[in-house]
């Protein structure tokens, strides 16, 4: 290979591959090298200078500048101090390099071979790097292509310019049946720059890939008079997508649907005939939820906001429709509007309604010290904790008929008088501790009976081995034979070492 052979390599590999010349000029100067190397036979460093111009060349040995005073020269053959270096180059620093020029080799069959190697590695290189460049703006958009081959359910689709796409099989559409040749569709979620293995990774199964079907068939969309607020997928059965409209006069609903469902059979078919229920999105939480439901008939919802969730009661007749096939209908439903959703029949939300209620009344009975009808009448106006009967304003209090002022004082008075007591006990319970590995770890123990022991100060087993049965006898829930066998577990211990000890006596 002639000198003008070398400018004709750069121009036709640059031309082919749609790579930069600079890059094959590179990758011809470090075969170059490579050779070099194996025609000395030693692991020295070479670099090649080729003239862009001419297709001349020239080659140096060189050695990097460092600091021996610690490790002395650990490479030899690439390495020089900086005492040596000066000597012929005051200026020159640390890190920078001492160069010969040698004589440059003569390409032969190997060498040509080793070169080639170099070219095609750093081609590929570039070729990747151009696909990255060229996708990393449409991450998180619509691609398209060819299936190139399918193997064990992974799919690889040439997107064209070199740029292939990767479908795992856990991101294509179950029972999906795709084969080479097919043009087919996905959502670019992940573009990676790794030297081996797949690029760009797609999917099919992404809710984000319902969202971009529906922008492409509904212009309204792009045009920002619809607003697509969310999406959730059953892959091949069925999907829910929430949609909202910047514009009063437009249905939004409608216009996703499309002309005897034109746009939205069309998603669907794209999606292996995937059922696709639009949902129009509502700013009341309860009333987006009783949307999303459909099309089951909710008769009755209770929100719990501190839970995020809601209870939904529908009709006993509906309830196998609203819950779906295997939960799909609620799941969906679920997914869509970020609330836990709980579906039952309308007599089991009345039956979990009136046994909290019950708990409620119960609770205000005992913190409060009051009788079944005070407590009742604090349930019946929405009120659930004493800290709400403490620090609601007395107006709204002195609003309910059934109080007057001195009730509402004798109320608001009592409900403090809890809370303060309330923090006294978790006060102490901190203070005291919580129960250590050994006792929760101990043989008759149980959790709830070793968290019991340390609000009374016991969190380990050497604590429990200092009490006495009458001790233990006062907390609630042990007798005297229960507490003998705590105390005389966790003196097993004790036992062990005085035997210990008596033995090395002996």
Not at 18 to 29: H, N
Not at 418 to 435: H, M, N, R, S, V
Request: some cysteine; glycine content about 6%; proline content about 3%.
């Amino acid at each position: 290979m002639d000198n003008k052979e070398i400018l004709l390599v750069a121009d036709t590999v640059s031309n082919e591959k749609g790579v930069d010349r600079e890059v094959i000029f590179e990758a011809i100067e470090a075969a170059l090298a490579s050779a070099t190397r194996k025609k000395h036979q030693k692991d020295i460093e070479v670099r090649v200078d080729i003239d862009r111009n001419t297709g001349d060349y020239d080659t140096y040995r060189r050695w990097e500048v460092i600091d021996v005073s610690e490790n002395g020269l650990e490479e030899p053959l690439r390495q020089i101090s900086i005492e040596a270096a000066q000597i012929d180059e005051p200026d020159i620093q640390l890190g920078d390099f001492v160069e010969d020029q040698i004589d440059s080799v003569e390409f032969g069959r190997i060498a040509a071979q080793t070169a080639k190697q170099v070219i095609v590695q750093k081609v590929r290189e570039a070729e990747r790097r151009k696909v990255i460049d060229a996708y990393t703006d449409r991450e998180g958009s619509l691609v398209m292509g060819q299936v190139k081959r399918v193997e064990r359910g992974n799919v690889y689709v040439d997107l064209g310019d070199n740029a292939e796409g990767f479908i795992s099989r856990e991101e294509m559409i179950p029972r999906e049946s795709v084969r080479p040749g097919d043009r087919i569709r996905g959502y670019l979620y992940k573009i990676a720059s790794e030297v081996r293995g797949p690029q760009l990774f797609i999917s099919r199964t992404a809710s984000e890939f319902l969202v971009e079907l529906f922008k492409l068939e509904v212009p309204e969309v792009g045009q920002d008079l619809i607003e697509i607020i969310s999406a959730a997928r059953d892959p091949g059965m069925r999907a829910k997508i929430a949609v909202k409209s910047n514009d009063p006069r437009m249905d939004p609903v409608g216009a996703c649907v499309g002309m005897r469902g034109s746009r939205v059979q069309s998603v669907s078919n794209e999606l292996a005939g995937e059922r696709v229920d639009i949902i129009l999105w509502d700013e009341n939480p309860a009333q987006f939820a009783v949307n999303a439901m459909s099309p089951a008939e909710v008769t009755s919802i209770v929100i719990d906001e501190e839970a995020n969730s809601m209870d939904i009661a529908v009709p006993e007749e509906k309830l196998s429709q609203a819950i779906g096939r295997g939960g799909q209908n609620i799941k969906l439903a679920s997914q869509l509007t970020g609330w836990t959703l709980n579906v039952m029949d309308e007599s089991a939300a009345e039956e979990k309604s009136e046994g909290e209620a019950r708990q409620l009344v119960e609770n205000f009975m005992s913190q409060l010290d009051v009788d079944e009808e005070v407590a009742i009448v604090l349930v019946q106006e929405g009120l659930t904790t004493i800290d709400e009967v403490a620090y609601i304003p007395e107006a709204e209090l002195s609003e309910i008929a059934e109080f007057d002022e001195e009730i509402v004082q004798e109320l608001r008075g009592r409900a403090r008088d809890a809370l303060l007591t309330l923090a006294i006990a978790q006060e102490e319970t901190a203070e005291a501790g919580e129960p250590q590995d050994d006792l929760l770890n101990m043989e008759f123990m149980t959790s709830e009976l070793a968290h019991t022991l340390s609000r009374s100060g016991i969190c380990t087993m050497e604590d429990l081995a200092e009490q006495s049965t009458d001790e233990l006898e006062e907390i609630e829930g042990i007798d005297a034979e229960f507490a003998g066998k705590l105390i005389m577990k966790a003196r097993e211990p004790w036992f062990a070492e005085e035997a210990e000890s008596s033995a090395a006596t002996e």
